[in-house]
């Protein structure tokens, strides 16, 4: 690895301190903002997080009352557990930028940060299975989401590449996500329901 940040300041550190000024700005907005906050206060989850190989590690971020906290053991099961390895973490924290949660919504093809409200979580929870993403092209790299109590399969149920200057494009909001699955810079392989599935719970309304 580089000398730049570790899984574990980026997971136990960064991560919680952008989810939590997220939630400080929330408030901030006062009247105009309460319906939002009172959706993302109302979140009570744990995302879960593996990071495989030496200098990696199994990291819980635990939301209580709409903070995060990250610890050693999930305090809810799980609604999500990605799985990536020390390569991928590399350009996963080049890309995330001032928002982990916006890098995630450029994989669902968003521009800007996804809040984690408890109905976008509910809608998570109902999916089953796993699916990669995959970032193809230069610092291209691959993660996997796996949803539901079932053990991780070897092989998962879905697999969403996506060309990384498409990826860059999407969350920008340059692009649109049917523009760019029409045009071939996303591809889905396997169980297309689940892919679109998990599209929907990602953009649903906050």
Do not use: C, K, T
């Given at each position: 690895m580089s000398d730049g940040p570790t899984p574990q300041s980026f997971y136990n550190e960064r991560i919680p301190a952008q989810f939590n000024k997220?939630?400080?700005?929330q408030t901030e907005l006062g009247e105009g903002g309460a319906k939002l906050l009172g959706d993302m206060n109302a979140v009570n989850a744990t995302l879960q997080i593996v990071v495989e190989g030496d200098g990696g590690g199994t990291f819980c971020l635990n939301v209580e009352k709409g903070r995060m906290t990250s610890g050693d053991k999930a305090v809810h099961p799980p609604f999500m557990t990605l799985v990536h390895d020390l390569a991928a973490f590399e350009v996963l924290e080049r890309e995330s930028g001032d928002s982990a949660l916006g890098f995630l919504g450029g994989l669902a093809g968003l521009a800007g940060e996804i809040q984690l409200t408890q109905s976008r979580i509910d809608n998570l929870a109902g999916l089953n299975g796993s699916l990669r993403f995959e970032l193809t092209g230069e610092d291209g790299f691959s993660l996997l989401a796996h949803f539901g109590s079932e053990p991780i399969p070897d092989e998962p149920n879905c697999s969403?590449?996506?060309?990384?200057?498409?990826?860059?494009?999407?969350?920008?909001?340059?692009?649109?996500?049917?523009?760019?699955?029409?045009?071939?810079?996303?591809?889905?392989?396997?169980?297309?329901?689940?892919?679109?599935?998990?599209?929907?719970?990602?953009?649903?309304?906050?």
């Open positions: 997220a939630l400080d700005e969403i590449s996506i060309d990384a200057e498409a990826y860059r494009q999407l969350r920008s909001g340059e692009l649109n996500p049917q523009d760019a699955f029409m045009g071939g810079q996303i591809r889905i392989d396997g169980d297309m329901q689940m892919a679109m599935q998990l599209a929907l719970a990602l953009m649903s309304p906050d």
